[in-house]
């Protein structure tokens, strides 16, 4: 492609020097011609994203009835169809339209993700045409182009800088580093990283202040920002462990659930020749019974309830499955700003000749404390000079918003800086009154200072300064001491601390200052480059919320990993893992670090680094990818651009809801409304509970349905007339499925859960113990529902009456067992245990009337065969409930006193 440099990389232009890149772009410092410009759009497109490709809408609808247990919900409604039950046909029918419309709309959103990222692009520009200034649109920019930036602008393309006069660009949306990048043109290594890429300004990202020119390099498909979209179109999201392990478990539902009706069909026939209609309808009535109709729809109302609940805690879902996800997460990826700090800068320690000052406190509010040695410090004349410089010599501007917020207007470190002054007690407009200001050399990259020339209403002069503490040192004489004096100049006690300072993550600045004459109202260069007096080293750092290093803490507990993995420089990213707990006597690995190890290498070293700095999004992506190979399930937390592919191929993505970019926000499952890393650790105890909850419904269900099905073969292999008729099955799957069943959406979260380690991602839905566990209630249900079902026809009753009671039998004995199902392990003989959950109770009653109608009310008699009971008939269907129930709870004693249940979770 024309532009492109022979020899060089794609991205190789940052190692050019400006006029080598206008060299190889064919253009001048002037810009291109319009005819120039006009042929280039023909060869190399609009400056626009292209569109994603896309399933079309009917497609999309089609796809989602592409699910097993979708499968056999349809073959139930058609067997009900052919029975004639046409309630529970549409009952059936209801349940998987709404599960097919939900993962239609979950679709549809996911894919907005692209949009996101591309009305990031500008939609102008100023360029240079004919060497005359043109405002067009973004989309007509072209290679070779030049373009006009000032404060304010969107980067509209990829820019090799030509000339810069102060610029600092916001690149967190795309670098992930947390303050405004200061720009030169000066050319850089070929593999430096993206955040270090000085002499680039890349399409998508903010121009914070200053202005500059800059050669359009890259448009379109080919910019950084295009580069993302095309990583994120490729990205596969993958199915969620639960949707895994339900595709497989009703698979091997559907499977033995098939080979049984068919070796019953065939027994029945050939072994004792029964009519090959009846035969029909018998295993009709097992098919019936054996299906876990209710699942789906039971699925959708836990997992719906889990989405209430978190969206109350400042976690909104935004595909139901992600709910279950997170509570099965083994490894958390956490982006750093933001996310496990407030991206907000603050002055944590200030360096002066005579003592260290550790501040208090976090953010713009000028809430906090100095401490001397741990013992506080009230503000005394050499703070206060201190923190007077730093309000004085600054051009940002705090202020509190109605809510009483304070927001920054300006860059993060003056941020920082008049913060720290508003701790120490100062007023600012008292200040800026007593000594207004006179002239000022604001920041240039060049220089690497600003400094402001002051005078107070007695004639007194004040020169004050910031900058790097390299080059303050140059310009500095004498530093303050002690008394307020000034003393010589100890640059190796000065370069120690700052060695100190940056070790610990901080980034730093000098503050300096020099008396002026009363008559100076200038201020020029040769005014500060030397005789000033250093009065003080700051150490600023984006510290980590406290919250968040509970909620770090309480993860591993839980057994969950949390890996940090940020554009920041490593040095920034080591100090804020070691006060997070995360990494902790671990190494850190940079990108460049990253990219040296191949992929089965990097899987060997995942597991003993817990911090990743200056990472690409290339960089997460693989992260992610090599945790997922190794077998973990992964939680990816991001807020911007560079964040999208990572989150889209997470188990589940969790973006920022305040901070972060649309882009992060629709490749993500969840978004937090709150931004804080402690709402994700809320949201992965609710995921278990989810799961908990879910387990314990299919431990419920399964029986129940385990046990009709042994009663229909009970009757099929010993030539009994059927207990009970396919419309009687379908009537307690009914009444079990609809009330309850559905109480367990509902149970509380047990306590403990956050100490448990995650299950294996490789779990099934149901181990050995669990199938154990099924097969023991199943034949418990059957043989109460067989055993009550003879002892009728033995005393002499009528069919229609044995059926009745074997009817009764199996529900109430499905009423106890639900009682025992709201523990799997656990003793249910507490008052908090039987009353816990309201839900369980008012389901009972719900059943208990709907069971008094089946049995007494004229119309159901009619539909289903059923007729009234006597009360020793009822006190036999109660003992049957009480035995199961016994028996449940003494199978639970018996794991609890020989710990078989660590074994069989």
Known sequence: MENRLPGHTDHAWHQLTPQQALEAQQSTSSGLGEHE??????????????????????????????????????????????????????????????????????????????????????????????????????????????????????????????????????????????????????????????????????????????????????????????????????????????????????RWLAVIILILALATFILGILWHGQNPGEMFMMVVALTASAIPEGLPAIMTVILALGVQRMAGHNAIVRRLPAVETLGSVTVICSDKTGTLTRNEMTVQRVVSASRILDISGVGYAPE???????????????????????????????????????????????????????????????????????????????????????????????????????????????????????????????????????????????????????????????????GLTLLALVGIIDPPREEAIAAVAECQRAGIRVKMITGDHAETARAIGAQLGIGVGLPAMTGAELELLDDRRLREVLPNIEVFARASPEH??????????????????????????ALKRADVGVAMGLKGTEAAKEAAEVVLADDNFATIAGAVREGRAIYDNLKKFILFALPTNGGQSLIVIFAILFQVVLPLTPAQVLWINMVTSSTLGLALAFEPTERGLMNRAPRAPNEPLLSGFFIWRVVMVSVLIAGAGIGLFLWELELGKSLESARTTAVNAVVMCEMFYLLNSRSIFGSVLSREALLGNRAVLVTIAICLVLQLLFTYAPPLQGVFGSVGLSLDEWLRVLLAGLALFSVAELEKWVVRRFGLHAQAT
């Open 37 to 250: 410009a006009g042929e280039r759009l023909q060869r190399h497109g609009h400056n626009r994203l292209p569109p994603p490709k896309r399933r079309g809408p009917l497609l999309r609808l089609l796809y989602q009835f592409h699910n097993v247990l979708l499968y056999m919900m349809l073959g139930a409604a058609l067997i009900t169809a052919l029975l004639g039950h046409w309630v529970d046909t549409s009952v059936i029918l209801a349940a998987v339209l709404i599960n097919v419309i939900i993962g239609f709309i979950q679709e549809g959103k996911a894919e907005n993700a692209l949009d996101a990222i591309r009305n990031m692009l500008s939609p102008h520009a100023m360029v240079l045409r004919d060497g005359e200034r043109h405002e067009i649109d973004a989309e007509r920019l072209v290679p070779g182009d030049v373009v006009l930036l000032v404060s304010g602008d969107k980067v509209p393309a990829d820019l090799r800088l030509l000339s810069v006069k102060n610029l600092l660009v916001e690149e967190a949306a795309l670098t992930g580093e947390s303050v405004p990048v200061e720009k030169s043109v000066a050319h850089c290594q070929a593999d430096a990283a993206l955040g270090d890429r000085r002499c680039m300004a890349y399409s998508g990202t903010l121009v914070s202040s200053g202005q500059a020119t800059g050669l359009v390099v890259a448009t379109g498909a080919d910019t950084e920002l295009g580069r993302i979209g095309a990583m994120l179109q490729q990205v596969q999201a993958l199915s969620t462990p639960l949707l895994r392990q339900i595709e497989q478990f009703s």
């Open 620 to 645: 997460k992506l693989r992260l992610v990818q090599s945790m997922q190979d190794s077998g973990q399930v992964v939680a990816m937390t991001g807020d911007g651009v560079n964040d999208a592919p």
């Open 368 to 530: 906090g404390a100095f401490h001397q040695d741990g013992k506080l410090l009230e503000p005394d004349n050499a703070l206060l000079e201190i923190a007077r410089a730093a309000q004085l010599c600054n051009d940002g501007r705090l202020q509190q918003d109605a809510a009483g917020h304070w927001l920054l207007h300006g860059d993060p470190t003056e941020g920082a800086l008049l913060t720290l002054a508003l701790k120490s007690g100062l007023d600012i407009a008292t200040l800026q009154a007593q000594l207004p200001r006179s002239d000022t050399i604001p920041f240039e990259s060049e220089h690497r200072f600003m400094a402001t020339l002051h005078h107070d209403h007695a004639g007194h002069g004040l020169i004050l300064l910031k900058g790097a503490p390299e080059r303050v040192l140059e310009m500095c004489a004498s530093q303050r001491d002690a008394d307020g004096g000034d003393a010589s100049l100890d640059a190796d006690y000065w370069r120690r601390q700052a060695t100190d300072l940056a070790a610990r993550g901080l980034r730093l600045l000098a503050l300096a200052s020099k008396p002026a004459a009363a008559e100076q109202r200038t201020l020029r260069f040769d005014d500060v480059e030397s």
